[in-house]
């Protein structure tokens, strides 16, 4: 029998096309506090999620969008991926933009097509709630290990409530672009931004899936016995 925890991670995903029906204050509120019970190392609890909807969250997306449309050059706040990305691994990646770019019913070859699927990264994927993560830039590399797992929390904590959820890694790209907007101190480090709404089911975007590697490929169990198996 599959426990009630297992089915919320197997029917999360990242969605990325939203309904326009509102989510409200209370929602998101225990949403936060969900995504703060996750373990922190000597409690210092990094992150800080800045909730956005309404007026706050379409000055945004159109201050991203005009940087698009300039073209102006992206500032990364960290490097996200390797460098150089390994052979493998880009593999990976390319295999995963390939299944998404197929389920839109983009062409290998539409250079433009996706573009604007990646700009849509900038407007939250329209979702009505937008949330700009941050992490304070004292705090260590580890901190972002942290971090994750409160982002995980959040994410785990939308799908239980009935919301879809994406990360939206690309916002760092701009993060001078957000400090502007929202007024945040220097001494905050954009990581990430999050949407979130009601998932749009009938959307073909969210249709896609990644798929995950097997136990074996990730997983090493050692000192047990072949009574321990299954």
Not at 16 to 24: C, I, K, L, N
Not at 140 to 151: N, P
Not at 171 to 183: E, F, K, P
Not at 195 to 222: H, W, Y
């Amino acid at each position: 029998m599959t426990s009630p925890f297992q089915t919320l991670l197997d029917q999360r995903q990242s969605v990325r096309a939203f309904t326009s029906d509102p989510v409200p204050r209370s929602d998101l509120e225990r949403i936060c506090r969900a995504a703060r019970k996750a373990p922190s190392g000597a409690n210092l609890q990094p992150g800080k999620f800045h909730v956005l909807t309404g007026q706050e969250l379409t000055g945004l997306t159109a201050a991203l969008q005009t940087a698009l449309t300039n073209n102006e050059a992206p500032v990364a706040e960290y490097s996200y991926f390797p460098t150089p990305m390994p052979a493998d691994l880009k593999a990976r990646q390319r295999s995963a933009g390939f299944a998404l770019y197929q389920a839109l019913g983009i062409e290998k070859r539409d250079v433009a097509g996706r573009r604007t699927q990646f700009a849509r990264n900038y407007a939250f994927f329209d979702a009505p709630v937008g949330i700009v993560v941050t992490i304070d830039r004292r705090m260590g590399s580890g901190c972002f290990m942290d971090l994750g797992m409160s982002l995980m929390t959040l994410l785990l904590a939308a799908e239980d409530l009935g919301y879809g959820a994406t990360g939206i890694g690309a916002l760092a790209n701009y993060a001078h672009i957000v400090h502007r907007q929202l007024d945040m101190p220097e001494s905050e480090l954009v990581v990430c931004g999050i949407a979130i709404g009601k998932k749009d089911e009938a959307a073909p975007v969210n249709q896609f899936r990644t798929e995950r590697d097997a136990l074996e490929v990730f997983t090493s169990f050692r000192g047990f016995s072949s009574n321990d198996e299954g």
